[in-house]
Structures are given as C-alpha cells and as structure tokens.
C-alpha cells in the first residue's frame, strides 16, 4: 500500500506534536503487527488530529477488512471505495452494542452500551429484516446481543447492521416515498446521522422476528442516512426442551 509521507502535524499550530512524528508507513506496520486493535487505534486518535485524520482513513479501513473480510469486499464490490458513514463508524458498528438510555430511541429501560469481543453479520439474516418488495437489497444484521432479565421489560436482544450501497437502495426510496420521518432529537450511535423507525414506516417484516427469535410485536428498528442499522427486540424465552439440549 502506498501512502502518503507526513512527518509534521498540519491540523493546528497549537497541537503537541511540535517535533513532528513516525511517517504513516511506520504507524501502518506497527499497528499491522498489533493486529489492528481498536483500543489502540481508538487512544492513538486521542493524541492529535493528524492522528485521528490517519486512523479515519488507513488504521480502521485495515481493523474492519481483518475482522470482517468477506462482509467488506462486498460493501465494495459496487464500485465505492469508501464505506458511507466512514471507516471509523464502521469499525465501531462492528465491536459495539450501543444499548439504550432513558427516554431515547427505544421506549425500555437504561442499558449501557458496551464493547463486544465478536459478533457474527449475515446477509442471510438480514434478507429477514427486509420488506418482500426490496429483497434484492443487501443488508447484513448481527445476532442479537443479549441482555437478560431486564424487569418489566424481560429479556431484551440489540441487533445492529449496514445495508450495501444504501443512496441507492429500495429501502432508502421506499422511506422517501413514504414520506417517513426522521427522528426529531436522537442521532446514530455510530455516525451522527439522523435515523428512519422502520417501524413507524410499517416495513418490517414477519420474518424479523423468526430469525431473531423474538416477540411479533416486540421488534423495532432504525436505519440511519449512511445505512446503519440499530434495533431492539424482546427474546422468546427458551423451551425446556431448548433449555435441556444446552445442558
């Protein structure tokens, strides 16, 4: 890969980095060898804005293509080489349950949002979340990542996606054409983008909840203007007979 030398921050004279730093081709092998971490790519944007600027563009384009290779070279295979919404947010989509807060998206009670070690997308799951008309979308939705035993509210399952090439999908067109609304306060967690409820649109599909496990009427999601995916559902609890297999 052939990238460009800077040795000097050129964001703000006031920046720490007054004696300049490594070249992007230094930072690029040593975070090649620590594997991409995203802690590490995360504290390494903390320290300058030329910092931050070189992992937007190199250091988490390289974390998501090695966590998931296969779901990034067809989020390009249309042409694009850049992911809407960014590498960062991506990379963040892909490590992170953004939970809820009180009086936010979802009308259920406060559950942080936290790091997970690994999180399985499938684009065969995520045919499931698509209205029949718009089945030649591409969208690829995560497992749900459990948080059981949440009071009133039971057991309680976040999902989170991104749909492929999203400017130009039947969804996004459906939305427009239904004149479906944006959110009024709440933004993407990963983004910043403002979000469609899918729900409101009345374009989720029975066969949401069957792939997720869930309550008919207990699934809701959104999908922002970079086509991110964020939704919550309430779990089906598990037979005995499930219950005993696991044993």
């Given at each position: 890969m052939i990238l460009t030398k800077q040795y000097r921050c050129i964001h703000s004279a006031s920046c720490a980095c007054t004696k300049g730093h490594?070249?992007?081709?230094?930072?690029?092998?040593?975070?090649?060898?620590?594997?991409w971490n995203p802690k590490l790519i995360a504290s390494l944007s903390c320290a300058c804005k030329w910092f931050d600027d070189l992992a937007k563009?190199?250091?988490?384009?390289?974390f998501c293509k090695t966590r998931a290779p296969k779901m990034m070279l067809d989020?390009?295979?249309?042409?694009?080489?850049s992911i809407d919404g960014n590498w960062r947010a991506l990379g963040k989509l892909?490590?992170?349950?953004?939970?809820c807060k009180k009086d936010g998206l979802f009308n259920t009670s406060q559950i942080p949002g936290h790091?997970?070690?690994?999180?399985?997308?499938?684009?065969?799951?995520?045919?499931?979340?698509l209205p029949p008309q718009c089945r030649t979308d591409v969208l690829y939705v995560s497992d749900p990542c459990e948080h059981l035993d949440q009071g009133d509210d039971g057991d309680v399952g976040f999902f989170r996606g991104i749909f492929k090439s999203f400017g130009t999908s039947k969804v996004r067109k459906m939305l427009i054409k239904r004149g479906a609304p944006l959110h009024p306060t709440e933004v993407c967690p990963y983004c910043k983008a403002k979000l469609w409820n899918m729900l409101a649109a009345k374009m989720i599909p029975s066969s949401a909840s069957c792939r997720l496990g869930a309550y008919e009427d207990?699934?809701?999601y959104y999908v922002c203007l970079n086509g991110h995916v964020l939704g919550i559902c309430t779990l089906l609890p598990l037979s005995d007979t499930d219950e005993a297999s696991e044993e």
């Amino acid at each position: 890969m052939i990238l460009t030398k800077q040795y000097r921050c050129i964001h703000s004279a006031s920046c720490a980095c007054t004696k300049g730093h490594l070249s992007e081709e230094v930072i690029f092998l040593v975070f090649n060898q620590l594997n991409w971490n995203p802690k590490l790519i995360a504290s390494l944007s903390c320290a300058c804005k030329w910092f931050d600027d070189l992992a937007k563009r190199v250091l988490w384009k390289e974390f998501c293509k090695t966590r998931a290779p296969k779901m990034m070279l067809d989020l390009q295979s249309s042409g694009s080489h850049s992911i809407d919404g960014n590498w960062r947010a991506l990379g963040k989509l892909l490590i992170y349950c953004s939970g809820c807060k009180k009086d936010g998206l979802f009308n259920t009670s406060q559950i942080p949002g936290h790091f997970v070690y690994r999180t399985r997308f499938s684009k065969t799951s995520g045919n499931s979340f698509l209205p029949p008309q718009c089945r030649t979308d591409v969208l690829y939705v995560s497992d749900p990542c459990e948080h059981l035993d949440q009071g009133d509210d039971g057991d309680v399952g976040f999902f989170r996606g991104i749909f492929k090439s999203f400017g130009t999908s039947k969804v996004r067109k459906m939305l427009i054409k239904r004149g479906a609304p944006l959110h009024p306060t709440e933004v993407c967690p990963y983004c910043k983008a403002k979000l469609w409820n899918m729900l409101a649109a009345k374009m989720i599909p029975s066969s949401a909840s069957c792939r997720l496990g869930a309550y008919e009427d207990c699934i809701e999601y959104y999908v922002c203007l970079n086509g991110h995916v964020l939704g919550i559902c309430t779990l089906l609890p598990l037979s005995d007979t499930d219950e005993a297999s696991e044993e």
